[in-house]
């Protein structure tokens, strides 16, 4: 027992580093500033607000940036503030999509916020943010990633088929959802791989990703993730107390997880079948096969067929 635990905790760890081999999620650690630090970025703006305007919106700005998810009062009245003293949104979007050109994102974020307290379900603005920050964030700035995540899930839930209606009618809201799904997955995933896979699955079961190869291997990496932490706390269990019922619940999760592995490597090798994705598929494989065999008692066979066949399943 205990050798095949310890074979069981090197291949966990083997596939983890060969996952990092083929895709890095960017960190997404974010630092939470002193309540004291809080307090006295908001005394800035309360005394600037009736002294200095340029002062005050930069601060408001910065405080909106820094802590507009609290969504508490302070934060209700600094919107309110800004929608009163603010130019209108008109006037204010040209400056935003010059500083989109620029990949200035910290001053596009800046005037997005002016734009959204005073049209908070402006689609057109959410969604360039949502781009913008995803864009921002593999430049290595984690700065605006919460903002980012916000932004995202807003636009998400405009774009709900409830709400049809109420869309442009030369957006394909399908398309863009799936889309931003995929996006809220890959800003999540270094913080929240469970949320992370949530959306990449969402976004598969849009008919415009699910034959995406790029889909099912992030949601592959993030279960992957799960599956390593949760089988080196199943081997600690085992370890320390045996074969117990506490120990056999674990096994059936970590078996679920490297099950949904599985399955997403599978796909995206079955959806990489032509020849410019043949490097890919090859990498892919190094990824699936261990894990399968680790789950088939060291044997290989039957993955063949499992791969002609994944397409036509649904997801476990």
């Known amino acids: 027992m205990n050798k095949l635990m310890n074979q069981f905790v090197v291949f966990?760890?083997?596939?983890?580093?060969?996952?990092?081999l083929v895709f890095t999620f960017a960190s997404c650690a974010q630092t939470q500033a002193p309540e004291n630090d809080k307090d006295k970025l908001y005394s800035t703006w309360v005394k600037s607000s009736s002294s200095d305007q340029k002062q005050a919106r930069e601060t408001a700005n910065e405080y909106l940036r820094k802590y507009g998810s609290d969504n508490d009062q302070r934060v209700k009245d600094i919107q309110a503030w800004l929608a009163k003293s603010n130019t209108p949104a008109a006037s204010t979007e040209p400056e935003f999509e010059i500083a989109l050109a620029a990949r200035e994102y910290v001053r596009a974020f800046a005037i997005g916020r002016q734009i959204l307290s005073t049209d908070p379900e402006n689609l057109n603005v959410l969604l360039k943010l949502a781009d913008a920050g995803n864009k921002n964030l593999f430049t290595g700035d984690t700065s605006l990633t919460t903002e980012t995540i916000d932004y995202t899930r807003r636009a998400i839930k405009l774009l709900d088929p409830a709400n049809a209606g109420r869309l442009p009618g030369n957006i394909d809201a399908e398309r863009v959802r799936g889309n931003?799904?995929?996006?809220?997955?890959?800003?999540?995933?270094?913080?929240?791989?469970?949320?992370?896979?949530?959306?990449?699955?969402?976004?598969?079961?849009?008919?415009?990703?699910?034959?995406?190869?790029?889909v099912y291997l992030n949601l592959g990496l993030v279960t992957a993730r799960l599956f390593k932490k949760q089988s080196e706390e199943y081997a600690a269990v085992v370890k320390a107390e045996g074969e117990t019922p506490r120990s056999k619940s674990m096994k059936v999760e970590v078996d679920k997880l490297g099950e949904q592995t599985v399955d997403a490597y599978a796909r995206a090798v079955a959806l990489s079948n032509t020849p410019l994705q043949q490097d890919f598929r090859l990498k892919m494989m190094d990824l699936?096969?261990?894990?399968?065999?680790t789950l088939h008692n060291n044997s290989d066979a039957g993955l063949d067929e499992l791969i002609s066949k994944v397409l036509s399943k649904p997801m476990p």
Do not use: D, H, M
């Not at 999540?188 to 949530?198: K, Q, T």
């Open 12 to 20: 966990v760890s083997a596939i983890f580093i060969s996952a990092a």
């Open 180 to 214: 931003l799904q995929f996006g809220l997955g890959t800003l999540l995933a270094p913080s929240s791989p469970n949320e992370a896979a949530a959306e990449f699955r969402r976004a598969a079961q849009s008919r415009f990703f699910k034959n995406s190869p790029k």
């Open 288 to 293: 699936l096969t261990p894990i399968y065999k």
